[in-house]
């Protein structure tokens, strides 16, 4: 059975930092893409970034504030944020994508989800 397990959630001021992780159990992903969405409250759940064999895709609000990155070895994604804006302020989840290669910005592009970490980020 596939679990995805967020942690690194947390309440900062704009300016700030915080860095997510995401366990992966259940099975290997190493040919898949991972990656972060974040929700919002009466939002649509929104792509951040992405890590494949291709690389790395960022949604343009974040590009040069966030990071992606993943350890294959332990089967765990990263999202450094830095510079956190209150906009910023959402649920973010890790999910696998269905198949392997490419790198899917979309949310049908994925198949396995967290349950979410909350970001809170104050003015």
């Known amino acids: 059975q596939v679990q995805l397990v967020e942690s690194g959630g947390g309440s900062v001021q704009a300016g700030g930092s915080l860095r997510l992780s995401c366990a992966a159990s259940?099975?290997?992903?190493?040919?898949?893409?991972m990656a972060w969405f974040r929700q919002a409250p009466g939002k649509e759940r929104e792509f951040v970034a992405a890590i494949g064999f291709g690389g790395t895709r960022y949604a343009d609000s974040v590009k040069g504030r966030f990071a992606v990155s993943r350890d294959t070895a332990q089967n765990t994604l990263f999202l450094q944020m830095n510079s956190l804006k209150p906009e910023d302020t959402a649920t973010y989840y890790c999910?696998?994508?269905?198949?392997?290669?490419?790198?899917?910005?979309?949310?049908?592009?994925?198949?396995?989800w967290g349950q979410g970490t909350q970001v809170t980020v104050s003015s």
């Open positions: 999910t696998v994508a269905y198949a392997p290669g490419g790198i899917p910005s979309s949310v049908g592009g994925y198949a396995y």
């Open positions: 259940g099975r290997t992903f190493s040919t898949y893409a």
